[in-house]
């Protein structure tokens, strides 16, 4: 099996090149380099030394992956004729996807790689900005830049920062997250005779002419707290202080009991704000809702039972077992494809070997009553309990009414009376699913209405300078009528 024999040119100039890695690159044929554009090459032809770049490749492709692979390939190719030789900027393996290649081929048999060394840009660069990877350090490839992997509170350096074009997407992705005035620092050619460090607010990024294949970004850390508000992390710690020792006396009393009105509340205040379309109003209510989250999972870790981790781990697993068309290998053409699937998905989820367990069991039994009565249909109607007209449903609506009044005329039973009237509002729910109406959404839009059109109601009895008591019926229902003609 034959060897590719892999180098690396170091950081900057000549000088910084290990002198036995200089030996072995006067002696290596053929030579093959990723970039010709670094700047101990040019000294190098100057001694003579011959060689392939692969500099030709980069304007073939749209993508760097692209490009890496292409490399590894013809590497790879060249290989099998005898051992051949790469060098590649800075060591081998800081920041080389080729080379990561190279050592997966090695890994299938089909060559070997022995890599022969090389000084890492970040040497020079950290003593370049004085700052110590001790205290916490990050390093990003620019040109496969993923923001959710990217920690605030490290020192950070994003390699590979070519042009412009990779410049404006690292901006970008800083500016998600970080004012757009932050101070960054680029640094091209650390350590070497041409070495430049320039500081300039995040916006700025871009707009730098001298970018090369030397040319790194580095960001500080965030010191700030009010920088990290936006953070996970940063609310994670703040809900786990007000629930901690010296915390806030109300928030440490909290039982999962306790504060089960609280997200009832929150989340009806949520309903208002997507009605209203208001989305000020809808970020601080999913604040809101997120708050009752954050405290029911620090009671259980408080209580040793679970943490939010494990509300995350088994939200995206479930995701992710219920998505087989989006995660996994299975076609869909539709919607409803998507919800039969994820039925079946759920029923087997709750296969066991225990007794038989009812298709209406997992409709929670906290749901508000109108919401429930509608869960509870739907169940019964996948297995045919149901009418497939609106007819027979209007039918048993009348049956339910005509049964109410008889018990009302009565007046002898009132236990009788609420479950006759509870029939009649069970039968209006199956006429509400059949026009594919939430009752509770329903129910919600008519309450917002009848706060309007009342509220209407006592602006115009205070503008008239009478008590609302001192109205006709009449008088309040002429109000009414004018409210509806307003389109309140």
Not at 80 to 106: M, S
Not at 217 to 223: C, L, N, Q, T
């Amino acid at each position: 099996m034959n060897t590719i024999y892999i180098f690396g040119l170091g950081a900057g100039d000549i000088e910084q090149l290990p002198l036995g890695v200089y030996r072995k690159l006067k002696a290596a044929s053929p030579l093959f380099l990723r970039t010709k554009e670094h700047p101990v090459v040019k000294e190098l032809q100057e001694e003579g030394i011959t060689f392939t770049s692969f500099d030709f490749i980069y304007e073939k492709h749209e993508q760097f992956t692209e490009v890496y692979q292409e490399i590894a390939a013809v590497l790879l190719e060249q290989a099998k004729k005898g051992d051949i030789f790469y060098a590649v900027p800075g060591h081998p393996l800081v920041a080389e996807k080729t080379v990561q290649l190279l050592l997966e081929a090695e890994r299938r048999n089909e060559c070997r790689v022995v890599i022969e060394g090389g000084q890492s840009f970040l040497d020079a660069l950290f003593t370049t900005l004085k700052i110590d990877p001790i205290e916490g350090f990050q390093l990003m490839d620019a040109t496969s830049l993923q923001g959710g992997e990217w920690s605030l509170t490290k020192h950070t350096i994003f390699c590979q920062v070519y042009d412009s074009f990779i410049a404006s997407d690292v901006k970008l992705t800083l500016m998600e997250q970080l004012p757009d005035d932050y101070p960054v620092y680029i640094v091209t050619a650390a350590g070497s005779k041409e070495e430049r460090v320039t500081k300039v607010p995040l916006y700025e990024l871009d707009r730098v002419a001298t970018l090369n294949n030397l040319t790194s970004v580095y960001v500080p850390p965030v010191r700030d707290e009010k920088l990290l508000y936006h953070r996970f992390e940063t609310l994670r710690r703040v809900i786990a202080t007000l629930r901690g020792p010296n915390g806030c006396p109300w928030d440490r009393k909290q039982t999962h009991a306790s504060l089960k009105r609280y997200l009832l509340e929150e989340t009806y205040e949520l309903f208002e704000a997507i009605d209203d379309h208001d989305d000020d109003h809808m970020i601080e209510e999913l604040g809101d809702v997120l708050l009752q989250v954050m405290l029911h999972a620090q009671i259980g870790e408080d209580e040793g039972m679970f943490s939010i981790d494990d509300v995350i781990r088994g939200i995206t697993e479930k995701m992710i077992r219920r998505h087989p068309h989006v995660f996994g290998n299975v076609t869909v053409e539709s919607a409803e494809q998507v919800v039969e699937n994820w039925q079946r998905i759920k029923e087997k989820e709750k296969e066991t070997n225990d007794e038989p367990v009812s298709l209406l069991a997992d409709v929670p039994k906290s749901l508000p009553g109108t919401l429930k009565a509608y869960e509870l249909q739907k169940k019964a109607a996948k297995v045919g309990f149901d009418w497939d007209d609106v007819e027979p449903m209007w039918e048993k609506v009348a049956e339910e009414i005509a049964e109410f009044q008889q018990e009302a005329a009565k007046l002898h039973d009132r236990s009788r009376l609420i479950s006759e009237f509870g029939d009649i509002l069970f039968a209006l729910i199956n006429v509400a699913r059949y026009y594919d109406i939430n009752p509770e959404e329903a129910l919600h839009i008519v309450n917002q209405k009848f706060y309007r059109r009342f509220s209407y109601i006592e602006e115009q009895a205070r503008k008239s300078g009478r008590a609302i008591t001192s109205f006709s019926l009449a008088e309040l229902d002429r109000f009414w009528e004018e409210a509806k003609e307003k389109g309140l």
